[in-house]
């Protein structure tokens, strides 16, 4: 019974068109009622008691991997297993299905995948022999984005009907195809959302998380495929990317519900150069096999090659190992209930106009979670079916993409990066990145010129003909966005994601381009390690350690951990011809002190030095265990990613709540950080208490009284970081001395939550984007002043030069000149100051080019404008960092101000003589 209903079902799937199917009718409501035998392997709607896609109704993640162990055990097609724990300790799975004759040889199969990826030494007709004898790996993921809850929905009805279904068309599929199928790349978003879910059923509160749904970084889970920063990204590169070398990822997400039903590749301009053009045909190919499946079902509202495009790393890092990237964007419902257009139930839903990228518009006024179901199905099947209808072609390709970067010859020829480097810390971080990414590093074993320059011995060469070179000199170089308009002469075009992304740059590591093939003694690196400098024997005055790496905050925090004093110098000298610049740390000697100096030397590479004679400089001592408070708002990425900031330096800090506020600040507070993001609303009003229980009371609003209290802690003593728009909160709460340079709409703010339409900054972008859609919607716009008429003025995230005054103890450590992050950000001039004290710690030169790599329009209106703001308030201290110095805690060069910023307003000044005393107070 149930398998003659399959089989009807997989002929009106793929044979038979059936167009114009009332809405929600699928295969599985004629699926038998009858209760599973022992034994018996159960369908979705058994199993989980309800038809997937019902509305209301979701399967939860812990069900889920169940019912996956359940088709495991019960089918010869699948095998499960754990690949690790998330960030919150929930199972990060993966479920491999293909015919049982694959799996029996999975090993020769993957063995076959990574020879193709590696193929030095492989004959063109060695190549194709293996793509005759191996299978195409098809790795598919869902909810990255937890609240985009459908597609993993969906992936139980995929996945059943794989492991069971006798049709051709599903033989076919397993014969060629190894579908590697993990449920959700979040699943802690994914058990938080739907556990929150159902607890709001039927009560009066919000039933859409109203959090990020991942522990740190929400929605920007999908925004870390370069620094692999997240357990989860790592789990993905190491123990799917690398372990089994798919061909082809598919990446599923749902976007907002009143535009497209379903968004498919191939994806908007521009896309990244180093993307080898055969993925970018694979990409279009799959796509619009998906899109043909769908039209043939009469499964309207398809569009596609819209403003999604394939330009950030950030995004997509399958597409510089070998695969294409296939993203799938379905429109979504109000979590798992239907949406109504709020224009009328009879008003349909998306564009009208039937266009060239969008065949056949959708015409009704609903939309539900069994329709979300429906189309991921049709979809999942297509791009499996047309691979594995492709089998050989793609295993050709994936071998081609990789033997045209291994024989790669054409300019640039590597990357060096010098052995001396101002952060060896950042260095190393940096080099991990490329190995994780699978890029092979050399070292160098003696001395050698390249490029006219010389390089020491131990300087780090990473050549580009290698099999992820793609991945190499996307990451290394300098980006030059192309400068696309939505019409001739018109504004700017957003990207979908920021524009510059040139890892040294970002994590203050120098690194060159070198075009020219050059001679060198190279040793590959197997085993990655920070260089170490030998630790000095315990001085009779005091360690030094200098302000360039960030390993000097490991090793701060953890000896303000142990109660050890930590003081910083005031201004640079000199000991015995060696420099020390200001804000060198100088810490007295312990054992203790020496213990943890020389554990952070030896794991992030630190230099320390001793002095056993007192040099004479005036000093800040620090506050000892500075306690440092984050505004963490509801769902607010920035302050989730500097919440994991400032715990992989384990500062002492804490999250501040609302209930905070009931006691005195600064019993509590130290240092107070303001991210980006955070808004007058944020503090004042928070979460609204009737319509989020008190679960969620840190972050309901502190009222005005709150605001007050907060202005009255600072001019108390308090210290204030204000970081990108959080600045303008500060500027307001202090009437600080300072006025925006750029017009104030001067560009769609991105950030993230665009696609899913339900993020927290995705609004602006709205604005932006809808403005600029059209000719006649861009003059509205402009009449109305949704744009300003001066917005000349365009950075969508780049980085840009800074000059910076490293006396300051702000901006201790950093060199002269450095790009920051600038993404959407706010420039700044300073007015005439009654009572505050105003000092500029950076600025962007008067002189000479601002943009460093990305894209900038309006240059001159940054000229000689300011970035980064010191102020005294009272007998509080109060720093403004315009621009996102930490932009998803990238930017690695520049977020040490922040840092500077928290131990210094609370530090107190301390004369030569007290320091010259230090061993002996
Ligand atoms: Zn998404």
Redesign the pocket.
């Known amino acids: 019974m149930r398998r003659a209903s399959s089989i009807i079902a997989i002929a009106v799937l793929l044979v038979l068109p059936a167009p114009h199917r009332p809405v929600g009718a699928g295969e599985a409501q004629s699926q038998p009622q009858s209760q599973p035998q022992p034994g018996q392997t159960q369908t979705p709607q058994q199993f989980f008691g309800f038809r997937i896609g019902t509305d209301g109704e979701l399967a939860r993640y812990p069900k889920i991997l169940d019912y996956f162990q359940h088709l495991s055990k019960t089918t010869n097609r699948m095998k499960f297993q754990e690949l690790g724990k998330t960030t919150m300790g929930n199972p990060y799975v993966l479920a491999t299905i293909s015919a049982p004759e694959n799996l029996a040889k999975l090993d020769r199969l993957v063995a076959i995948n990574k020879r193709l990826a590696d193929p030095r030494g492989l004959s063109e007709a060695e190549a194709k022999k293996l793509a005759q004898e191996g299978r195409a790996f098809y790795l598919v993921y869902a909810t990255?984005?937890s609240t985009?809850v459908g597609n993993t929905q969906a992936l139980t009805e995929v996945v059943h009907r794989l492991v069971t279904d006798g049709s051709p068309e599903i033989r076919q599929m397993l014969d060629n195809v190894v579908l590697l199928v993990v449920p959700s790349q979040n699943p802690d978003g994914q058990v938080l959302v739907v556990d929150h879910w159902y607890k709001t059923k039927g009560t009066p509160f919000a039933r859409v998380y109203p959090d990020l749904y991942h522990k740190y970084v929400g929605?920007d889970d999908?925004r870390d495929w370069f620094m692999f920063t997240q357990i989860e990204t790592r789990l993905a590169v190491e123990k799917l990317h690398a372990a089994y070398k798919p061909i082809i990822t598919h990446d599923m997400?749902?976007?907002g519900t009143t535009g497209s039903r379903m968004f498919l590749p191939p994806f908007d301009d521009p896309y990244d150069p180093n993307v080898h053009p055969i993925l970018a045909q694979g990409i279009t190919s799959v796509g619009n096999a998906m899109a043909s499946a769908l039209v043939a079902e009469g499964k309207t509202g398809i569009e596609y090659l819209s403003r999604y495009d394939l330009w950030a790393p950030a995004r997509q890092y399958m597409v510089y190992h070998g695969q294409p990237r296939i993203l799938t964007?379905i429109a979504s419902v109000e979590l798992a209930d239907p949406f109504v257009n709020p224009a009328g139930a009879d008003v349909p839903l998306g564009p009208q106009d039937a266009r060239w990228n969008y065949p056949v518009p959708y015409k009704s006024g609903e939309w539900r979670l069994r329709q979300i179901v429906d189309y991921a199905v049709t979809a999942t099947f297509a791009g499996i079916g047309h691979v594995a209808k492709n089998r050989v072609t793609w295993l050709e390709n994936f071998y081609r993409v990789h033997a045209d970067w291994v024989n790669r010859t054409s300019a640039p020829y590597a990357f060096v990066l010098p052995a001396v480097q101002r952060d060896p810390y950042e260095a190393y971080e940096l080099l991990n990145i490329l190995h994780i990414g699978e890029v092979e590093l050399h070292q160098a074993r003696a001395a050698f010129t390249a490029g006219g320059r010389q390089y020491a011995a131990g300087s780090w060469v990473v050549r580009l003909a290698q099999p992820y070179g793609a991945f190499a000199k996307t990451m290394l170089e300098r980006q030059r966005y192309p400068d696309l308009r939505l019409f001739p002469g018109g504004p700017p075009k957003p990207p979908y994601d920021v524009t510059g992304h040139t890892l040294g740059l970002l994590m203050g590591v120098e690194v060159d381009q070198i075009e020219q093939p050059f001679e060198a003694s190279l040793e590959l690196v197997r085993t990655l390690r920070p260089a170490i400098t030998p630790m000095p024997a315990q001085p009779k005055w005091a360690y030094l350690v200098g302000p360039e790496s960030n390993a000097g905050f490991i090793a701060v925090a953890r000896l303000q951990a142990s109660g050890v004093a930590v003081y910083r110098a005031a201004r640079e000298f000199e000991i015995t011809g060696r420099a020390f610049a200001s804000g060198t740390w100088i810490v007295p000697p312990s054992p203790e002190a020496a213990r943890i100096l020389a554990d952070v030397s030896m794991s992030a590479g630190l230099t320390v030095a001793a002095a056993d004679t007192p040099v004479t400089v005036d000093a800040y001592r620090l506050k000892p265990a500075t306690r440092i408070g984050l505004w963490r708002g509801a769902n607010n990425m920035p302050g989730g990613w500097m919440k994991w900031l400032l715990e992989q330096y384990s500062f002492n800090h804490r999250t501040i709540a609302s209930t905070d506020f009931a006691g005195d600040l600064a019993a509590q507070y130290d240092a107070i950080i303001l991210p980006d993001g955070t808004s007058r609303a944020t503090i004042v009003q928070g979460l609204d208490p009737r319509r989020h229980d008190k679960e969620w009371s840190w972050a309901y609003g502190v009222g005005d009284a709150g605001w007050k209290k907060l202005a009255d802690w600072v001019r108390g003593g308090g210290t204030l970081v204000a970081i990108g728009s959080g600045v303008d909160t500060a500027r307001a709460l202090l009437d600080l001395p300072i006025e925006p340079s750029l017009p104030v709409a001067s560009g769609g703010r991105r950030g993230g939550g665009a696609?899913?339409g339900t993020g927290a900054s995705g609004d602006a972008t709205r604005v932006m984007r809808e403005a600029f859609s059209s000719p006649a919607r861009l003059s509205a716009a402009l009449r109305e002043r949704v744009i300003d008429p001066a917005s000349v003025f365009y950075c969508p995230g780049s980085l840009l030069q800074n000059e910076f005054n490293a006396s300051h103890p702000v901006a201790f450590g950093m060199p002269p000149a450095w790009p920051v992050f600038f993404e959407s950000d706010q420039a700044y001039r300073l007015k005439p100051g009654f009572a505050i004290q105003s000092e500029v710690v950076s600025r962007y030169p008067a002189q000479g080019p601002i943009l460093q790599s990305g894209w900038l329009l309006g240059e001159d209106l940054l000229r000689d404008q300011a970035n980064v703001v010191a102020f005294r308030v009272g007998s509080g201290y109060v720093v403004t960092m315009g621009s996102q110095v930490d932009f998803r805690t990238q930017p690695r060069a520049t977020f040490k101000q922040v840092f500077n910023a928290l131990f210094h307003g609370p530090s107190t000044r301390v004369s030569a003589a007290e320091i010259a005393r230090l061993t002996n107070p």
Do not use: K, L
């Open positions: 990255i984005h985009e929605h999908n997400h749902q976007q964007e696609d899913s």
